[in-house]
């Protein structure tokens, strides 16, 4: 093996990381910088301009079945949309690591406990289990939030649960229990530390699958409704279009599909960079 190849494989990786990494923080950047960066506003437009084709001059993107310019919607609904995407990670995160540490770290009835009732909602396909949590709730992004939460926060408990079990017995653990450290000393000190990698990696692969969720909730009806621009809603409006300007209507639909791949993209290369 020449000596060049691992120089190229750490380059690749580098590559593979960066990209997504630099997508991903343009994104969130865009997002912040809507107010500035586009053109309309997300609720103005005319009937006259309904449904302009991309390329039309000061609607690079066409326009949708109200006038309102898309690129400037894609770019205010990037707000609500990466909201539905982070927060419910941000809290699964927060709230799967808890249980996951409790579950690991206690005994075994609090083990069983915690993991049989986290199988009750694990049991259930993400999208019908959002869907039900939505549907008992009033719409908008809260709603949206809690119920992808929910979603989410079993598969994170069960991640670090697994990490936890693989570390519980180390001799490091088991030096600062001998030392007279408590449970909550050992998870924040010991455990914690350990974990956050882990649980870094799993749930930079969540965001696109919650953005995706949250955008099917929106387009079903049970998220931020019209006329607040988010992705999965305006995918719901251009809906009667489909056949009749199909690449107007596509344009919301790939911008959930680009994101969703940057942010999976972006989880794959961490979780190789961890594993390397």
């Known amino acids: 093996m020449t000596p060049t190849v691992p120089g190229s494989a750490l380059l690749r990786r580098q590559i593979g990381l960066a990209v997504p990494l630099a997508l991903a923080v343009l994104l969130v950047g865009l997002a912040l910088a809507a107010p500035l960066l586009a053109r309309y506003g997300p609720t103005t437009g005319t009937l006259q301009a309904r449904l302009l084709d991309p390329g039309s001059p000061g609607h690079p993107l066409g326009t949708d079945g109200q006038g309102r310019d898309l690129l400037s919607r894609l770019i205010w609904g990037a707000r609500p949309s990466l ?29 069983q406990a915690l993991l049989r009732s986290l199988d009750v909602l694990y049991a259930f396909p993400g999208i019908l289990l959002a869907l039900a949590v939505a549907a008992m709730l009033s719409n908008g992004l809260g709603a949206v939030v809690l119920s992808l939460s929910v979603v989410l926060t079993p598969a994170v408990a069960r991640v670090v649960f697994t990490e936890v079990r693989r570390i519980r017995s180390a001799e490091y653990l088991e030096a600062a229990r001998v030392s007279g450290a408590g449970r909550v000393a050992v998870a924040v000190r010991q455990v914690v530390p350990v974990v956050a990698p882990v649980v870094l990696v799993y749930c930079s692969s969540l965001v696109g699958l919650s953005v995706v969720y949250a955008a099917g909730l929106s387009f079903l009806g049970l998220g931020v409704s019209p006329p607040t621009a988010e992705w999965g809603a305006m995918l719901d409006e251009l809906r009667p279009a489909l056949l009749t300007h199909p690449e107007v209507a596509a344009v919301p639909a790939l911008t959930i599909l680009a994101v969703s791949v940057v942010f999976n993209s972006l989880g794959e290369a961490l979780r190789k960079g961890m594993h390397r």
């Open 83 to 111: 909201i539905g995407g982070f927060a419910p990670v941000a809290i699964a995160a927060v709230l799967g690591s808890a249980l996951g540490i409790t579950a690991g770290l206690g005994g075994r009835a609090t083990e």
